[in-house]
C-alpha cells in the first residue's frame, strides 16, 4: 500500500525524525492558511509539493518555491488539479488532489537513505549514498559501488554501529555524528513497526546550520499486514490507483492492470507469472495479473470476470487453472455463468487441469458457448493470441 509523502513524513514525526514543518492542503483556503503561518513563523521560502504516488514530481512542475504569500497561493492554484505526468505515471499522468505546504530548508548536501526488504538473504537492508537528490534507480544501474549498505538481522535489529558504518561513509562532520545515529535508528524502528516493505528518503539532507532533516520521503505498507495498524490502513487513497485494482481487491482478488490485449484469470501467483510469460512466448501481451487464490468460489469467480471485462483493451481471455484447493468444475460453472450474466462476446480460451477436472470439462462443452479449450498451456497461449489478433 502506497501513502503519500506528507503522511509519511507524519510517521516519521512520531519516531523523533527530523522533517521540514508544514501541513497538508485539499483546498486553495488551506494552502494559503498554511503558507501564511510558515512565512509568519519566520520561513524565508515556502515549498508547495504536489502530493501523488509517483516519483519525478519536481521535474514534472508539481514542486514550487515560494518567497511571497502571493506565490504560494499562486503556486497551489498552479499544481492544484492539475493533470501532472511523471516517468512514473506514464502518459496518462495523474490529477493532483492535494497539497504538501511546508517550510523550505537551507541546504548544504542531498544524500540519500533507504530501507527495503531482501528476500533473497530475508534480511532488511539499510542503504546510503552521497548521491541524493536524483533518482536511485540510474545510481544503481550506472555506479552501483556508491550506494553502500548495512543487511540488518530482523530478529537482532540495527544497531548503533550500523548507523555509524553509513554516516561515516556518507563523510558526515564528526559532530553530526550522534544525531545521524539518532535518525537513522529512528527511520529503521518506523520503518519495522509500521510492517513497511520500502522506505526512501531522498534527499536526506544536511542543513548549513549542521542539522540532517528529511527533505522526502517515500514508503510503501504492506498491505497484508493492515489488520495490526488500523490508523495506517486509513491513510490509503484509493483516487491513486486503478479503478479495476480498487475493485478487485474489495472481492480478495489479486489484481494488477497490464497494458496488453489478453486478459488472465490464473489461480497461484506463480502459476499467473508464467502464464503472462508463455502469452509473451506466443506473440501476445498479457492486459493483467489476476490470482484468484486457491480458495476461490464461484461469486469470486464472476466477480474476477467482471473486472477482467471492464478493461476495454481486452480482446480475448486465457483462463488456466490448476485444481487444487479450487476445484476445477467449481471454476468452470463460475466461468459459465459469468460469460452468459455478462453476455461475453469476447472469445475465452481456457486451460484446464487438477481436482475434478472432466467435471469441469463436461461444464464447459455442455454449456452450448462458444469457449476454446487448449490441452497444455502452450497450445492454449497460441488459440488465445490468435484470437486476440482477430479481435
Known sequence: MKIHEYQAKEILRKY??????????????????????????????????????????????????ARTLEEAVAD????????????????????????????????????YLGLVLDRASANIVFMASQEGGVEIEDIARETPEKIFKEYVDPAIGFMPYHARKLAFKLGLLPSQLSEAVRFMLGLYKAFT????????????????DGRLMALDCKMDLDDNA????????????????????????????????????????VNGAGL????????????????????VGGGANQEQIENAFGILL????????????????????VLAQ??????????????????????????????IAESGLNFQIGSTMKEAADLVVAAAAKG
Do not use: W
Open 16 to 65: 523523533g525524525v527530523s522533517v521540514p514543518d508544514g501541513d497538508v492542503a485539499l483546498t486553495i483556503e488551506e494552502a494559503e492558511t498554511t503558507a501564511h503561518q510558515l512565512f509568519s513563523d519566520g520561513n524565508a521560502v515556502v515549498v508547495v509539493k504536489a502530493q501523488i504516488h509517483a516519483g519525478g514530481r519536481g521535474k514534472a512542475g508539481g514542486v514550487k518555491l
Open 76 to 111: 497551489a492554484k498552479t499544481i492544484l488539479g492539475m493533470q501532472l505526468v511523471t516517468y512514473q505515471t506514464g502518459p496518462h499522468g495523474q490529477k493532483v488532489r492535494r497539497l504538501l505546504v511546508e517550510a523550505g530548508s537551507s541546504i548544504d548536501r542531498e544524500l
Open 193 to 208: 513497526e509500521s510492517n513497511a516493505t520500502l522506505m526512501e528518503v531522498n534527499p536526506f539532507i544536511t542543513t548549513k
Open 226 to 265: 493492515m489488520f495490526r495498524h488500523r490508523d495506517l490502513k486509513e491513510l490509503r487513497d484509493i483516487t491513486e490507483e486503478d479503478p479495476l485494482e480498487v475493485e478487485a481487491s474489495k472481492h480478495a482478488l489479486n489484481y494488477i492492470k497490464l497494458d496488453g490485449t489478453i486478459a488472465c484469470m
Open 272 to 291: 499467473a507469472m508464467a502464464t503472462m510469460d508463455i502469452i509473451k512466448y506466443a506473440g501476445g501481451s498479457p492486459a493483467n495479473f489476476l490470482d
Open 310 to 329: 471492464s478493461d476495454a483493451n481486452v480482446k480475448a481471455i486465457f483462463i488456466n487453472i490448476f485444481g487444487g484447493i479450487l476445484r476445477v468444475d
Open 334 to 363: 463460475g466461468v459459465v455463468n459469468a460469460a452468459r450474466n455478462l453476455d461475453v462476446k469476447i472469445p475465452i480460451v481456457l486451460r484446464l487441469e487438477g481436482t475434478n477436472v472432466e467435471e469441469g470439462r463436461k461444464i
